[in-house]
């Protein structure tokens, strides 16, 4: 067991909150780590990857500490991996909820089990954007290929925090997992092997990073591992401006 089990409020205001739903108290090697995330916007409830099957008990009870269930109306996915989505027909059976995913899975959602698709809403690939009640917005940001071909992360307006999925994923070793990044310079070790051997290119991620600078967040939060605040948002962009990965080393991955 480590420290920050609990979920927390990583923003709140009298009408908005952005709340990380905690982890699992046994780090289980055997399975991957992931964030869950809930956005709470005038009692409109929104959940960004909410997680896959196996998390699904621990990150309904979560939730519903902070509201009602039926008060979720939004859940979006970054992308089509299980550890992300395969929850997807489980949490359309316990709320009203209409689910967000790039175009290109919709295809893929019977595969995780009976699911009512008529409530699901393709993304088109130039992104796109949720209403919430306060009249702010939730945008969803092109990330194409890093590392799914359909991919996208998530930039709340209110609370300048982006949903960044996979980008910025970081994986501990048992008793060493933090939720903020504090060093970023020893935080690197714990995700350069990924983004080297998962994202698609240097130029693809300069891309990434362009668009993100547009929105100028305060805090960059990704599906595993920790976050990224004021102190740290600007190292890992310029890290990942800089990082050569995929297709860029692909005689290394080859082994010629």
């Known amino acids: 067991m480590s420290a920050n089990v609990e979920a927390k409020a990583i923003y709140e205001d009298e009408n908005h909150r952005f709340i990380w739903l905690g982890w699992e108290e046994d780090e289980d090697e055997g399975l991957v780590q992931t964030n869950q995330y809930l956005i709470i916007n005038d009692g409109v409830g929104v959940l960004l990857d909410p997680g896959g099957a196996h998390v699904f008990p621990r990150v309904v009870a979560e939730t519903a500490r902070f509201i009602a269930l039926d008060r979720i109306?939004?859940?979006?996915?970054?992308?089509?991996?299980?550890?992300?989505?395969?929850?997807?027909?489980?949490?359309?059976?316990?709320?009203?909820?209409?689910?967000?995913?790039?175009?290109?899975?919709?295809?893929?959602?019977?595969?995780?089990?009976?699911?009512?698709?008529?409530?699901?809403?393709?993304?088109?690939?130039?992104?796109?954007s949720i209403d919430l009640p306060t009249g702010d917005r939730l945008e969803f940001i092109p990330a194409h290929y890093l590392h799914s071909v359909g991919n996208f992360s998530v930039y709340d307006q209110r609370s300048g925090i982006l949903f960044s999925g996979d980008i910025g994923a970081s994986a501990f070793p048992p008793g060493k997992r933090y939720l903020f990044v504090e060093d970023f310079d020893s935080h690197v070790k714990f995700m350069e092997g990924f983004h080297r051997r998962y994202m698609k290119s240097n130029r693809i991620l300069r891309k990434w990073v362009q668009l993100v600078r547009e929105k100028r967040p305060k805090i960059i939060a990704p599906q595993h591992g920790a976050i990224f605040d004021e102190r740290t948002v600007e190292r890992f962009l310029s890290w990942l401006e800089s990082l050569k990965c995929g297709e860029d080393?692909?005689?290394q991955i080859y082994g010629r």
């Open 73 to 128: 109306r939004f859940i979006f996915y970054s992308h089509q991996d299980p550890d992300v989505s395969s929850g997807l027909p489980l949490w359309l059976a316990v709320t009203p909820a209409k689910v967000y995913i790039s175009k290109l899975w919709i295809r893929f959602v019977p595969h995780f089990g009976r699911a009512d698709i008529s409530r699901v809403e393709p993304i088109e690939d130039h992104g796109g």
């Open 249 to 251: 080393l692909i005689d």
